[in-house]
C-alpha cells in the first residue's frame, strides 16, 4: 500500500478507534472464562532464579576491576623520586646490583665459623635498607633534596663497604683456618 492510502484508511477511522479503557480485573474474569471454556493451562513464565544472583556477581566484579585499576594507577615510591631526580634511579639501580652481587657472594662463604658475622651483616643491611626508604620518602615530601640525595648515596656507599669490610673478614678468617690446620698436620 501507499502512503497516500494508508492516510485515507485513518483519515476514514477517525473517531471509531475504542480509546477507553477496560474495567479492574478484566485479565482475571478473561483468563477465568478462558479457562472454564477449555482445558486450557495457563503457562506462567518461570523467571530464571539465577539471573539475579549473576547479576550482582557481576556488578560486585565491574567495582572491584575499576577500584583495581583505580588504586594502581598511583604511582610506586620509586617512580616519584625518578620524577623528582632520575639520576638517582640510575644511581640505584647500579648501587643495589652491586650489594646484590656482593650479598650472594657474602652468602656463599658462609660457613659455621663465618655464620655469626654473616648473619650480623644481614641485619645491618636490612636496617641501612629500612634507613634508605625513609630518605626516599623524605624526598618525596619535599624534604632538602641535595642534602637527602648525598644522604641516599652515602647510604649506598656504607652498605658497599661494609659488604667489603665483612668479605675481607671472611677471607682472613679462612686463611688463619687454614694456617691453624697446616700447623697441626706438622
Known amino acids: 500500500m501507499k502512503e ?43 523467571k530464571n532464579a539465577w539471573i539475579k544472583p549473576w547479576s550482582i556477581a557481576a556488578s560486585v566484579a565491574m567495582l572491584c576491576a575499576l577500584a583495581f585499576t583505580f588504586f594502581n594507577n598511583q604511582k610506586s615510591i620509586d617512580e616519584k623520586v625518578a620524577e623528582i631526580s632520575p639520576e638517582v634511579s640510575k644511581t640505584e639501580f647500579y648501587f643495589a646490583n652491586l650489594i646484590e652481587e656482593q ?25 641501612l635498607e629500612d634507613n634508605y626508604k625513609t630518605l626516599e620518602q623524605d624526598l618525596i615530601t619535599g624534604g632538602n633534596s641535595k642534602i637527602i640525595l648525598s644522604a641516599m648515596i652515602t ?27 697446616v700447623q697441626a698436620t706438622l
Do not use: W, Y
Not at 483519515?11 to 472464562?33: A, C, M, V, W, Y
Not at 663465618?114 to 648473619?119: A, L, V, Y
Open 4 to 46: 497516500d492510502n494508508l492516510d485515507t484508511i485513518f483519515d476514514s477511522l477517525k473517531g471509531n478507534f475504542d480509546t477507553e479503557e477496560p474495567n479492574n480485573g478484566h485479565q482475571q474474569r478473561f483468563i477465568e472464562k478462558l479457562q472454564a471454556s477449555s482445558n486450557v493451562v495457563t503457562v506462567h513464565k518461570k
Open 103 to 127: 650479598v650472594k657472594e657474602l652468602q656463599s662463604e658462609s660457613t659455621p665459623e663465618t655464620k655469626k658475622i654473616i648473619d650480623d651483616t644481614m641485619v645491618q643491611l636490612k636496617k
Open 155 to 181: 647510604n649506598f656507599q656504607t652498605r658497599i663497604n661494609l659488604l667489603q669490610d665483612v668479605l675481607e673478614q671472611i677471607t682472613t678468617i679462612k686463611e688463619l683456618k687454614n694456617n691453624t690446620e
